[in-house]
């Protein structure tokens, strides 16, 4: 398994290589060590092994530019990609509301929660995010879709268990929108 976008903690690779898999991750922040590797995954000079079975992006492909060459490039290294993304143009009022007046009330309590304390401000350094519709058509017109489903996402700025349980139960009872996504697909 290769995961792109392991970030600067080693993402999914220690739990993979606990359970059996030959993991690495890569990432311009990746940790040191011999399963990581420093850059990122369209940059020649990873020297990205081909022959992967799967390639796990989590939170991570609404940054590739350009997304074609990106993909094309994922495809090329394993047959089978795995997603996990978010929609940011489905936050809408009630989603960001919700979310932050929760971080908000985490903060009060003296919580740190690693997502951005105002969403309109997060907007605005990220203007350049590609968006769910245009990931799901570069992805198909790729992959022969396997999966997809509409996850709860905002409790992971949060970091708290409770955000996580308010939010799954917010969701189910269509009070608040999943804006979250699992995608799985396998190369055309």
Known sequence: MLEVGCGAEGGLVPALVEAGYDAVGVDPEAPEGERFVRG???EPSCNLRLGWEAVVAGRVLHHVH????????????APQLLVDEFARELIEEREQAWYEERYRLLAEAGAQPPGPPSLDAWRTRHPDLHGHRVLLDALRARYDERTHEWVPYLH???DDPESEAMESELVAARALRAVGWRWSGVRR
């Open 40 to 42: 990122t995954f369209q």
């Open 66 to 77: 350009p997304l074609g060459e990106g993909l094309d490039r994922l495809a090329e290294l």
């Open 156 to 158: 992971r700025w949060l």
